[in-house]
């Protein structure tokens, strides 16, 4: 079993930051990718990032170049970096774990970007 908590949501204005964190807790040692995926209201769930346990990381073409995704192993936690915020990365962001077959999700966290 692995579980997630996320932190880091907020409220923040177009073309601002937020880092978003995800702690991992738990059989932490059968984590292979970690990633985010955000979900708006009445809107899909949408995939964000992934990382996998190599560092190799892949990005939706919509945060491509804004959005960073990294890992610390030694903290177990995955971070995201989020820069030029648009009001469309408004969402409930959560973290994902894929481990031992399966994939575990946090409970989330609200990002709101303003005008």
């Given at each position: 079993?692995?579980?997630?908590?996320e932190?880091?949501?907020?409220?923040?204005?177009?073309?601002?930051?937020?880092?978003?964190s995800?702690?991992?807790?738990?059989?932490?040692?059968?984590?292979?990718?970690?990633?985010w995926?955000?979900?708006?209201p009445g809107?899909?769930?949408?995939?964000?990032t992934?990382?996998?346990?190599?560092?190799?990381?892949?990005?939706?073409?919509s945060?491509?170049?804004?959005?960073?995704?990294?890992?610390?192993?030694?903290?177990?936690?995955?971070?995201?970096?989020?820069?030029?915020?648009?009001?469309?990365?408004?969402?409930?962001?959560?973290?994902?774990?894929?481990?031992?077959?399966?994939?575990?999700?946090?409970?989330?966290?609200?990002v709101?970007?303003?005008?």
């Open positions: 079993q692995v579980q997630l908590v932190a880091g949501g907020g409220l923040v204005q177009a073309g601002g930051s937020l880092r978003l995800c702690a991992a807790s738990g059989t932490t040692v059968s984590i292979n990718a970690l990633g995926y955000r979900q708006a809107r899909q769930r949408e995939w964000v992934t990382i996998n346990s190599a560092g190799v990381t892949k990005y939706a073409s945060v491509e170049g804004r959005f960073t995704i990294s890992r610390d192993n030694a903290k177990n936690t995955v971070y995201l970096q989020m820069n030029s915020l648009k009001l469309e990365d408004s969402a409930v962001y959560y973290c994902n774990a894929e481990a031992g077959g399966r994939v575990y999700r946090g409970q989330g966290t609200q709101t970007v303003s005008q």
